[in-house]
């Protein structure tokens, strides 16, 4: 079965260190989702690209939280400097859309990230 | 925007019994999906089953159904012969439909399922 790759699975660092999260998403599908999970606020999307092109990272803090898509299979989710606050499960998810087409999300197993 | 309520944080079933989850939503959109994801305690969102705004026949799969009232913007899971293996926290998710739309999910807070050997 065709699956989102994440890694680290775990992460565990101290505050004002620089973190980078990567997904692999399943091969052919267009759309990769960065969402947080957290006990307060639930499930929340970060960023979403659509062929690559960020679409939305409206729920991104811009300041230290940045997200890119250097080729088609690798998703990088970047904090620098992290805080204690940014502790949670980062999920990345994929999808294809196209015209006509809309399929549900495939995620992946989450990184656990801590903050000291 | 648009948004997800799952009213009720925690239920539990006996096993091999039924149990229905509740989900309710708000949205002015016409054209969109709704879904349930299972997470377990592995924390992997494993997708139980979707529903298609446009279509009146409540979605199937095994032993999972949902019951979608699209006036009363509801959208319930129904679990049959419940197993110990459904024991997990569960999703209820919105994404618009419409094409070119942000097709990002919007979650509710989720519902703990415990199951009772």
């Known amino acids: 079965d065709a699956r989102v790759t994440q890694t680290p699975r775990h992460k565990v660092t101290e505050m004002g260190q620089e973190v980078t999260m990567r997904c692999q998403p399943i091969?052919?599908?267009?759309?990769v989702f960065w969402y947080r999970q957290t006990m307060m606020q639930g499930l929340e999307l970060l960023a979403y690209?659509?062929?690559?092109?960020?679409?939305?990272d409206s729920g991104m803090p811009k300041d230290r939280f940045s997200a890119e898509m250097p080729d088609a299979t690798l998703a990088t989710l970047k904090i620098q400097p992290s805080e204690p606050r940014d502790s949670a499960v980062y999920f990345c998810a994929s999808g294809f859309t196209g015209t006509g087409v809309n399929q549900p999300q495939h995620f992946g197993d989450g990184t656990r990230l801590s903050i000291l | 925007a648009q948004t997800v309520t799952q009213s009720q944080p925690e239920m539990s079933v006996q096993e091999a019994e039924t149990v229905t989850l509740s989900c309710t939503y708000d949205t002015s959109e016409s054209d969109y999906y709704l879904f349930w994801y299972k997470q377990p305690p592995s924390r992997q969102m494993i997708l139980v089953i979707r529903q298609e705004a446009y279509k009146q026949q409540n979605a199937t799969e095994n032993r999972f159904s949902v019951n979608f009232q699209k006036a009363a913007k509801s959208f319930s899971l129904k679990i049959s012969d419940s197993q110990l293996g459904d024991a997990a926290m569960y999703f209820c998710a919105y994404r618009s439909g419409f094409p070119g739309a942000n097709s990002k999910l919007t979650f509710g807070k989720g519902i703990t399922l415990s199951v009772r050997p």
């Open positions: 690209f659509r062929n690559r092109a960020p679409l939305d």
């Open positions: 091969l052919g599908h267009n759309t």
